[in-house]
Each structure stands twice: as structure tokens, then as C-alpha cells.
């Protein structure tokens, strides 16, 4: 059957909306929401994904990150959850035109029992 991967999370930008939206397109727009309103641009990602497509997801989320800055010097941050049936959980920091994939902390367990 196969290992489930629930990754879920969010992006916040600024004056990059449209390359954003333009990567997910092309990659895998499913999952993906823009809310609206408010200040903030942001997109949301909540999916189960087979394991073997999570690195997919990691992948287009890499591409997001890596933009350039925006006029104020601003990147792409964002914060996902990424829980793997049989791994645990992980914490994907998007930040300074990356992705830091490491441990996340237990406090966030509650989400997944």
C-alpha cells in the first residue's frame, strides 16, 4: 500500500505572488491555497502525499525559496510540518533562500494522534 507523508504549512512573500503562483502551476497545484485579504501574501499547503512524492513537494518549495529578494530585501520564509507514518516528524524552515529540513520539536505531536 505504501507510507503516507502529511505535510502542511504555509509561505508568506512579498511582491512575488505571481512567480509563486506560476512555479506551484507548473509543479503540483494541488493542496496549494492563496488566501485573501489582510497585509499578508501568503500560500498554504496541507496534503497526504505518498512518500515517494514528498520529495516533489520538498522540491517545489525549494524553487519557491530560492526567488530573489523583493525591493525591501525580503525572501520567501515559511514553516511546514512534515509527519512521515514511519519516520516521525520533520520541520522545514524556509528561510534566507532555502530550506532547513531537520527534527521537529515533540511539542507539535499532538497534531498527529
Known amino acids: 500500500m505504501g507510507t503516507w507523508v502529511y505535510i502542511r504549512g504555509w509561505l508568506e512573500f512579498s511582491g512575488q505572488r505571481a512567480e509563486v503562483e506560476r512555479i506551484i502551476r507548473q509543479g503540483e497545484p494541488e493542496g496549494w491555497a492563496f ?18 512524492h514528498a520529495g516533489e513537494v520538498l522540491a ?10 523583493d525591493a525591501d530585501g525580503d525572501c520567501v520564509c515559511g514553516l511546514f510540518l512534515v509527519f512521515h507514518e514511519v519516520e516521525g516528524q520533520q520541520e522545514w524552515q524556509v528561510r534566507d533562500g532555502g ?10 505531536d499532538y497534531l498527529w494522534k
Open 35 to 52: 488566501p485573501e485579504g489582510g497585509w499578508l501574501d501568503a500560500a498554504c499547503y496541507a496534503r497526504a502525499v505518498r512518500e515517494s
Open 60 to 69: 517545489l518549495i525549494r524553487r519557491i525559496a530560492a526567488l530573489p529578494p
Open 99 to 108: 530550506v532547513l529540513v531537520g527534527r521537529a520539536s515533540p511539542r507539535h
